[in-house]
């Protein structure tokens, strides 16, 4: 199968999981309503094919949509571009400004990423599929910080880069009100290290929710020290991914 078919396959594969799932767009505008409101600013980082930006969209939020991969840009385009409201940056986010090398999967563009080997390996080793990253581009990278400067502190940031989240985080220091950072359960080391990220800019509470649930794990929010002890102690039939979200307690004195 030649890379133009890869391609077109795995963007059929993404439609089905993020659009073409009954009722799915009414359970995303539930969902965030606890953070967006109407006229909120929010950055979707990874945006993917944007089924969070529509849904956002539809809460009355403006959106700046970060997306590197060539595919997924073609389709926010052609899905959003009339839209005022709603802003498309072909670009990477991570922790300073500069050239990185994109590693995309055209069968399964939800893994492409700017990530290392071993965590390519890892999901490899993990998902008893074999995931081949089979095209590298260089893409431009710019910082959250470099958003903030432009366009303002957004009420939400979703951050869903495959592995890289920390990078962007580190290229962050404005307080953020509220946000989500992708995690996976065989790297708790790299989520408390998004947790202690945070932390060193305020003081959060968490809580997350596995695939595409949408659904709280916790019925109260948990501090990072327990947040850090509860994700450290995942069960080993956990699932495998998930989201971590973090609302703003109180700004840190030095900020």
């Known amino acids: 199968m030649n890379f133009y078919w890869r391609k077109t396959l795995g963007l059929i594969r993404s439609r089905l999981i993020y659009y073409w799932k009954p009722f799915n767009k009414r359970k995303l505008k539930g969902f965030y309503s606890t953070f967006i409101k109407p006229g909120d600013l929010c950055f979707d980082i990874g945006a993917h094919l944007g089924n969070r930006s529509d849904a956002w969209l539809s809460l009355g939020a403006k959106v700046i949509a970060v997306e590197p991969q060539p595919g997924c840009t073609e ?6 571009s ?3 409201d709603f802003t498309l940056i072909e670009k990477a986010v991570g922790k300073e400004q500069g050239k990185a090398t994109l590693h995309i999967s055209s069968l399964t563009p939800t893994v492409t990423t700017l990530s290392s080997e071993n965590w390519r390996t890892m999901i490899n080793e993990s998902s008893g599929i074999h995931v081949a990253w089979d095209t590298q581009i260089e ?6 910080d470099d958003l903030i400067s ?3 502190i957004p009420a939400f940031c979703k951050i869903d880069v495959e592995n890289f989240e920390l990078e962007v985080l580190e290229g962050l220091h404005e ?3 509220a946000l989500s ?3 996976f359960s065989k790297t708790p080391d790299m989520t408390i290290a998004c947790i202690k990220r945070l932390e060193a800019l305020g003081s959060y509470e968490y809580n997350w929710s596995f695939g595409e649930s949408q659904k709280m794990v916790n019925k109260d929010w948990q501090n990072s020290r327990e947040t850090i002890n509860l994700l450290s102690n995942l069960s080993p039939g956990a699932p495998s991914s998930g989201d971590l979200y973090a ?3 109180n700004v840190k004195n030095d900020q």
């Open 75 to 80: 389709f926010l385009k052609n899905k959003f």
């Open 82 to 84: 009339h839209l005022p």
């Open 139 to 144: 893409v431009e990278v710019i910082t959250l």
């Open 150 to 152: 432009q366009y303002g």
């Open 175 to 177: 307080v953020i009100p």
């Open 181 to 183: 950072v992708e995690f």
């Open 247 to 249: 609302k703003l307690i």
